[in-house]
């Protein structure tokens, strides 16, 4: 399954079901370049147990698609709203 120019939607859907089977993620936004994946991860607040589950999607990702670079931004929201902490690039993955 070779990476061709533009992020492929299986490899989408892996990271939509990985990352929606975290109920604590509020929302995704995922910029894609070839070949590359930035991810901004949208959290309530600081969690190190996320933090760790996060980082092990993250790795498992990047064994599933070593074509891809990966890389994962966590916002922590800590009762603000996202505009005022970060201007989201790409697409919206998910929202819960």
Request: avoid cysteine; proline fraction near 5%.
């Amino acid at each position: 399954m070779a990476l061709a120019n533009a992020t492929r939607a299986s490899e989408l859907q892996v990271l939509y079901e990985e990352l929606f089977s975290v109920p604590e993620i509020q929302q995704v936004f995922v910029q894609a370049s070839k070949p590359s994946l930035d991810v901004l991860i949208v959290i309530p607040d600081h969690d190190l147990e996320l933090e760790r589950k996060l980082s092990e999607i993250q790795g498992r990702l990047m064994d599933f698609f070593p074509w891809l670079t990966i890389d994962f931004d966590i916002v922590l929201l800590q009762g603000r709203l996202l505009t005022d902490v970060v201007s989201p690039k790409g697409f919206q993955l998910f929202a819960r």
